[in-house]
């Protein structure tokens, strides 16, 4: 023992807090991280270390569970998520140890401590631990002790802790208990990792990692399959890689978050190399830990394949190994059941394994692991499997419960106009069957691919509207019917289906609509006029509905006809400044101020301003009243006017003559009017901010010129016929905005062309340069 004892440290009564849920396992059994009612204590958040952050972030790359809710609520028994449990026989713990881990524990969490002297005692508390790693870890009470020593003490007692116990890390790693004592000692090195002093502390971690990865793969399968120790392996692959554990983007499991990655109008391809999310990491390591755990005989692959928790491990494997196209070209082949010996490029799948696979998709385990897989398959890969597997078979797995989701992911990440045409002839026909069965997800995904490509958006666009009105109805009501796709669909007599009070808008039907409006406006004109004729009361319910909201901006957004915008904006009069007061409204008032008019833009501030005091008040109000000068507006009316008016006058002097051809010829008057179609878009709305910029500046001394003239016409006679000074002034200044403007456009538009030239016009670079306000909704 060390020379902290009874005496020196006077015994306290454990501090127990309430129990609450792991949400680690977000969609899986939620046994994990449970505690029984006996002796038990709820996982806290530790914030010793800015890098932990007390939520489990391994399985964040897992892709899919939460996704699926539905799925996983209807696996078959044999795919409970709790696999072979811990072989061991777990030993007592003798009183004197328990006492001795109470007293360090009462020690540490107290405020007595400064932090030079904790890691002291962290580090000493471990060493006593030597030899008796595995009991003391998997001791419901102690191993909360054990996390707490591990987040204070240095790298190198972490270190020294595994090396100890690698033998049974196995054990630790699959027991309720230890599982988060195996975890903490990984964040405890992912935290160091980021706080290097030198190259001797990186390799003892690798040193360190190379021992607990050997003897994972000696036995991979059970700790693959345990639902304890898939955790620790898929924190254990992150670390390896150098992924940032307390990384928000690890964090993405909602259902949203992955659905809205998949209809993403970019192409869509996870990629875990971007140096914000990336530490140093162990590329040597993760793929040894990876090909250990494969390399295993064909009744174990036919195992993992239908084992979840097997399957959250290979899922985190493959996005971890985005870009190695070497590694996956071995990897994916395995997982598909192929037989590796004898095989070729481009003919690795056998035509007898192709329904054995289309069977494995239509359960839980599989299909999340193969929405991965064609998610990352190198290209090569991705053609065979779409033509060998999916060809001929899409509308039956879209209408399974299963199979559907895999196809969403396989259509989403589409890589060419060839893959539409094939998914387009299989799917094309079917829209309205999926959407009446309650497959909106496939069609969505199906007009995402066909928007992010160019290819077959009118028939999508023709199609999705026949799906969902009959030729002898009016196009009106197309957009309602979306928004509430749900209704819709259950509703049997669905000729007299009315809009529904009270009910909240369809996800999928909004996302929907939001893809449809990016289309060409010519190949969108139903849903334009049904948009733009629905009724007041109608628009306003939309405006405070989250997914309504942002088809209404959409919408705006687009590149319909002025007129059918401001018809709609109208539709909103009186109601702008309740709709500001609320953060995601306040989107919506700016896409109604971008897309109205002079008079209309004048009337959304003067509403803003009745409810200006309000307003301030809130997070979002302040930015919102600077960017369309309510305060300005209250005070000079009419020089606001004047500075809305050179602003249009700006703008459409721009597009006039640096706009693309598309710009010039689109049938859009507003001048704020946005082009997302084409590939100036983002340099388009970049030049905006800077006529807006220019516009101020100019305003303001144009201010400046009408206070002289003021002054001056005090002091001189008034003659007749001739223009009052201050007129005169008002005149120059707004002659002068347009110089200004005009002068500094010609100005931006030649440094970015120098720009592009010298970086070869990368549209991207704007884009990370913005900062937009986040959506409280989001």
Same mark, same amino acid.
């Given at each position: ?7 020196? #440290? /006077? ?8 129990? &609450? ?14 505690? !029984? ?79 030079? *002297?904790? @890691? ?162 162990? /590329? ?14 064909? *009744? ?173 109805? @009016?196009?009106?009501?197309?957009? /309602? ?89 109208? =539709?909103?009069?009186?109601?702008? !400044? ?29 509403? #803003? ?50 706009? @693309? ?13 946005? &082009? /997302? ?70 100005? @931006? ?22 900062? =937009? ?6």
């Amino acid at each position: 023992m060390v020379a902290l004892g009874s005496k020196a #440290l /006077p015994l306290r009564i454990p501090k127990t807090s309430s129990l &609450t849920k792991d949400d680690f396992m977000a969609g899986e059994e939620n046994s994990y991280g449970k505690r !029984g009612r006996k002796g038990s204590m709820s996982r806290r958040s530790s914030k010793k270390h800015p890098g932990f952050d007390g939520h489990h972030s391994a399985e964040n790359l897992s892709g899919g569970v939460s996704a699926k809710t539905a799925r996983a609520s209807k696996a078959s028994k044999h795919q409970i998520a709790s696999g072979p449990q811990p072989s061991f026989i777990r030993k007592q713990v003798d009183p004197e140890t328990k006492k001795y881990y109470s007293e360090i524990s009462n020690v540490i969490e107290g405020n007595e401590v400064d932090l030079e *002297e904790r @890691s002291i005692i962290c580090g000493n508390a471990l060493e006593e631990s030597r030899g008796k790693e595995v009991e003391l870890a998997t001791d419901k009470i102690i191993s909360h002790t054990f996390e707490t020593l591990l987040e204070g003490c240095d790298a190198n007692h972490t270190c020294e802790f595994l090396r100890s116990c690698a033998e049974g890390f196995p054990s630790i790693a699959m027991d309720q208990a230890g599982s988060h004592v195996a975890e903490a000692a990984l964040k405890s090195l992912a935290y160091h990792l980021d706080h290097l002093q030198d190259d001797k502390a990186y390799s003892e971690i690798e040193e360190t990692l190379a021992i607990i990865c050997k003897v994972i793969v000696d036995t991979p399968i059970e700790i693959m399959r345990n639902c304890y120790g898939s955790h620790v392996l898929r924190t254990l692959l992150c670390l390896c890689k150098g992924v940032s554990l307390d990384s928000r983007e690890l964090h993405k499991t909602k259902s949203s978050t992955i659905l809205a990655q998949q209809l993403n109008s970019r192409p869509a391809q996870v990629e875990m190399n971007d140096s914000q999310y990336l530490q140093q990491g162990f /590329p040597d390591q993760l793929k040894f830990l990876v090909f250990g755990m494969l390399n295993c005989s064909k *009744e174990d692959i036919l195992t993992l394949q239908t084992d979840q928790c097997s399957s959250l491990v290979l899922q985190t494997a493959l996005k971890l190994l985005v870009g190695h196209e070497e590694e996956l070209l071995h990897i994916i082949p395995v997982l598909l059941g192929c037989n590796m010996e004898n095989v070729v490029e481009g003919n690795l799948i056998k035509i007898t394994s192709v329904q054995n696979l289309l069977r494995l998709m239509k359960g839980t385990a599989y299909s999340h692991l193969m929405e991965v897989i064609v998610e990352v398959a190198p290209e090569t890969l991705y053609k065979e499997l779409f033509t060998k597997v999916f060809r001929n078979s899409l509308v039956q797995l879209s209408y399974h419960e299963c199979g559907n989701f895999v196809v969403q992911a396989l259509v989403s990440h589409a890589r060419s106009q060839d893959n539409i045409e094939l998914i387009w002839g299989e799917l094309g026909q079917e829209f309205k069957d999926l959407l009446e069965k309650g497959m909106a997800g496939v069609v969505a995904s199906v007009i995402a691919a066909s928007q992010r490509l160019h290819s077959h958006e009118h028939k999508c666009s023709l199609a999705l509207a026949a799906a969902i009105c009959s030729t002898n109805e @009016s196009p009106g009501c197309i957009v /309602p019917r979306l928004l509430f796709l749900e209704s819709y669909r259950k509703c049997k007599d669905k000729s007299n289906w009315s809009w529904p009070k009270g009910l909240k808008m369809h996800v999928m039907g909004s996302l929907i609509l939001q893809l449809i409006f990016k289309f060409p406006s010519e190949f969108i004109q139903p849903y334009i006029t049904s948009i733009a004729s629905m009724e007041t009361d109608h628009v306003l319910e939309a405006s405070k509905d989250s997914g309504g909201q942002r088809v209404i901006e959409t919408f705006l957004s687009s590149n319909a006809s002025a007129k059918q915008k401001r018809r709609l904006v109208m =539709k909103l009069r009186g109601h702008f !400044g309740e709709l500001s007061l609320h953060p995601s409204g306040s989107f919506t008032v700016e896409k109604c101020f971008t897309a109205g008019n002079l008079s209309q833009r004048e009337l959304i501030v003067s509403e #803003l301003l009745a409810v200006q005091s309000e307003l301030s008040k809130t997070k979002h109000g302040p930015p919102l009243l600077r960017k369309f000068d309510v305060d300005w507006f209250a005070r000079r009316p009419d020089q606001w006017k004047l500075r809305q008016a050179s602003k249009e006058s700006a703008y459409k002097e721009f597009y006039t003559t640096f706009g @693309s051809k598309e710009t010039k010829s689109s049938k859009t008057n507003s001048f704020l009017a946005e &082009t /997302p179609r084409t590939s100036q878009s983002e340099n388009l709305k970049e030049m905006r901010k800077e006529i807006d910029s220019s516009i101020a500046s100019a305003a303001a001394q144009s201010s400046t010129l009408q206070i002289l003239a003021n002054e001056n016409s005090t002091t001189k006679t008034r003659m007749s016929g001739h223009k009052r000074p201050a007129e005169r002034a008002e005149n120059k200044g707004e002659k002068f905005c347009k110089a200004v403007a005009g002068d500094d456009i010609l100005k @931006s538009k030649t440094k970015r062309q120098k720009k592009e030239k010298n970086h070869g016009g990368d549209e991207n670079t704007v884009e990370k340069k913005k900062k =937009k306000r986040p959506r409280k909704d989001d």
